[in-house]
């Protein structure tokens, strides 16, 4: 008997449609898998399911009626707990507190020792050794999101929704979470277990569902799939001439790391990019690429040799990086990019300011700057005199590119170009990148998305747990190998 | 440009001002009384563009009433201390407002540099040093008051009492500092510094900023102003305590408000800043001489109009964004 189930669902923001007509059914004591690359749709699941999105068509079935929850909690109410990637624990607060934070028993007065002897009991049946009396930040990470399993226990979970629950975890830690699931699987909970690490998968699963763009494209019982199908069935899309024809990088190198670390984060790693080319950096989500890249800018301490055009450098800032040719565009447009209460002239100017005046700033320059940007890379902005943040992802994005192109750098980072654009702005920003490479400038692509990686670059760089895995070239270029040297899957594909 | 409704409101708010003022008693128009409300404002107003830029840069600064009693204390000592040698002339004055000024400078490195380099809250640090100066001060003086030498006090008044024509020195040294302000927020790099830095100084490092710096300096130069505020203020009563420049920093920060700058950061507006020292003491003249309301209301009014600006500009906001 199925408690949670998706029948038929489509979802769409605006003109872009993330999930097409999804079947997913969760059943008591079984943990159902959900796989699929990033932005294959896997967290709208997860949130339709918890109640924090609407559907725009088919429905959600709850014990076999249709259900509609128009709020997270409403949905909690209902018995189905998420449990975020980002634990949800006051940091202050007593363990046996968080358990019952919003739902306190007692009046006036709190009824300190029920919370306390039903959080012990439900710190038992998960056989943990937490005391109620703990604060949450003196718990180590495990501990932590052994809490928040006891909280959605005691909100009588029957559906718990985990998000990359080990993504946090070392590996001994995953043992216990592993045991924790069987107890739950016991119980009788019904789980969907989301997850990138394609061994636990097979190891947890009694169902798995693999996502690809938006669309259910295997469903299958345990031990019907390999870690290798799976793999194979999350990528495996034809890739049309939605990127530009590759480049002819010339051999000269214009930048060479030698042993370059960012303690904890990066391990010593080398790699050459040569004039013209374009460079992939793929590997899983905290896999080191970003802190690399801040690595080489001088956003992060590193340590190792850095050379530009041949010259060793000294990069101890990002102004020494920019003193190199050397240009970094983030991954956290809203958050690092841009100034989105800011108009688009103040941005684009921000990080090349001396450009326009040692004292009084040129705002004429500044404007003709703009009308140039806006021109260049195509920014489409119904009046300059707005604010950033108004403007569509896209825009905002090439509204990045150029801020980041305008001190003319000639080694230029980009950490994923294409986060949470449309498809048609996603074309175009290939297009430019392409054309920075084709007028000789080297660029560094790092990017989640294989696809993008493997359309856009002359050759791939693979990243995992802070280390280069490997290389692909030419015709080695496939998502089926980077994936496997993303995930340390060994072996070749069927 | 075209000027938004939030540096008009303000501008609107003192424009009734100055009509209720001229309806309520015709004095308030002479000209004696306009040169001696726009002095007392000087000295809050040189320090409330100060802080403007501390404000715009996510900042903070409690300590300047406490900084500029200090400053005075130490200008007086540094003055007494220096006329056996130098006798009662201009020399000796300089001396005095070299202190007033290096010291500002320095407290201002001082505060700056525990925010920025040992990362402690500025409100923290700066109620901390609020404190300090405060008491140094109390402490220098024994508990009562400073007084400078009587001869240089004769020498040192027309600074504060002199001027040209109607036009005194303070008034015009707080125009040449709303000048300079507003030229510095608009057209300099680093006024743009300060303002990307309150918006966001995640970007503000992603672009390259030295962010550490550019907040240092506007500790640095609210400390500045303080300083000269100071040298115009010694001449005023030629003495210096305990009591000197109580609540300068809560006047000083509200005229801030009022101006239309975000307490948060990210928007600075100088000549907002100095319509909103404006308000404040025509709102304290204004009771002074009409007897409508008593004059011992004077900061229930101000605490209203401030929570009122506020108030205004945020729904001003939400409105913007539909």
Known sequence: MTVLALHGVSKSFGPIEVLHDVDLALDPGQVHALIGENGAGKSTIMKILGGFLDPTEGQILLDGKPVRFSSGPEAEAQGIVVIHQEFNLAADLSVAANVFLGREPGGLRLDHKAMRRDTAALLARLDTRISPDTLIRDLSVPDRQM???????????????????????????????????????????AILYCSHRLDEVAHLADRITV???????????????????????????????????????SPDPALDLQGLSVPGRVHDVSLTLHRGEV??????????????????????????????????????????????????????????????????????????????????????AETEALAHAT?????????????????????????????????????????????????GT?????????????EGRSLIVISSEMAEVIGLADRVLVMREGRIAGEVTGKDMTEDKIVRLAMGVSGEAA | MKPDLHTLGPLIALI??????????????????????????????????????????????LSVGSMAAFLAGIAIIAMNAALPGL?????????????????????????????????????????GTMGIFRSLVTWLADGGTLSLDYGLRTLYRPVYYGGIGWVTWPIIAFAL??????????????????????????????????????????????????????????????????????????????????????????????????????????????????????????????????????????????????
């Open chain 2, 87 to 127: 006798g009662e002339n201009w020399g000796t004055i300089l001396i005095g407002m070299g202190v007033a000024i290096l010291g500002g400078i320095a407290a201002g490195f001082l505060n700056g540099a525990l925010i920025t380099k040992a990362r402690i809250e500025p409100f923290i640090v700066t109620l």
């Open chain 1, 279 to 364: 460079l992939g950096i793929a590997g899983l989500v905290g896999s080191g690429r970003t802190e690399l890249a801040e690595g080489i800018v001088g956003l992060r301490s590193a340590t190792g040799e850095i050379r530009v055009n041949g010259q060793k450098v000294a990069i101890r800032n990002l102004r020494d990086a920019f003193d190199s040719g050397l240009a970094y565009l983030t991954e956290d447009r809203k958050e690092a990019g841009l100034l989105l209460d800011k108009g688009l002239t103040q941005n684009l100017t921000l990080a090349d300011l001396p450009r326009f005046g040692l004292w009084r700033l040129d705002q004429r």
């Open chain 2, 177 to 322: 500092t709303a000048f300079a302000g507003e030229w510095i927020m608009r057209h300099s790099r680093f006024g743009r510094h300060v303002e990307a830095i309150g918006s966001n100084d995640r970007v503000a490092r992603y672009s390259a900023i030295d962010v550490g710096r550019v907040r240092l300096l506007t500790y640095m130069l609210l400390g500045l102003l303080v300083g000269l505020s100071t040298v115009l203020y010694v001449p005023r009563l030629g003495s210096a305590s305990g009591s000197t420049g109580v609540l300068w920093e809560l006047e000083a920060i509200a005229a801030v408000i009022i101006g239309g700058t975000a307490l948060k950061g990210g928007r600075g507006r100088v000549w907002g800043t100095v319509v909103g020292v404006l308000i404040l003491s025509l709102i304290d003249n204004i009771l002074n001489l009409a007897d409508l309301v008593s004059p011992y209301l004077n900061g229930a009014i101000q605490g209203v109009i401030i929570v009122l600006a506020v108030v205004l500009q945020r729904e001003k906001r939400t409105a913007d964004e539909r």
């Open chain 1, 147 to 189: 809490v928040e399993i006891a909280k959605a226990l005691s909100r009588n979970a029957r559906v718990l929704i985990m998000d990359e629950p080990s993504a946090v975890l070392t590996h001994r830690e995953v043992g216990t979470l592993y045991d924790q699931i069987d107890r739950l699987r016991a119980d009788g909970v």
């Open chain 2, 16 to 61: 009734a001002l100055i009509v209720l003022g001229a309806l309520l008693n015709s004095a308030f128009l002479a000209p004696a009384n306009i040169t001696n409300v726009l002095a007392r404002s000087a000295f809050i107003g040189m320090i409330a563009v100060g802080m403007t830029f501390v404000i715009t840069a996510g900042g903070l600064d």
């Open chain 1, 426 to 438: 996603k074309q175009q920003i290939y297009a430019f990148i392409r054309r920075l490479a084709d």
């Open chain 1, 211 to 249: 996502l690809r763009d938006g669309r259910v494209v295997r469903q299958a019982m345990r031990g019907e799939m390999t870690e290798d199908d799976m793999a194979a069935a999350m990528v495996g899309r034809e890739l049309q001439d939605f990127y530009p024809p590759k480049g002819r990088p």
């Open chain 1, 375 to 423: 021109q260049e890379f195509d920014i489409r902005a119904p009046d300059p005199a707005m604010i950033a943040g108004k403007l569509s992802g896209g825009n905002q994005q090439k509204l990045l590119l150029a801020k980041t192109m305008l001190p003319d750098p000639q080694i230029i980072i980009i950490d994923e170009p294409t986060r949470g654009i449309d498809v």
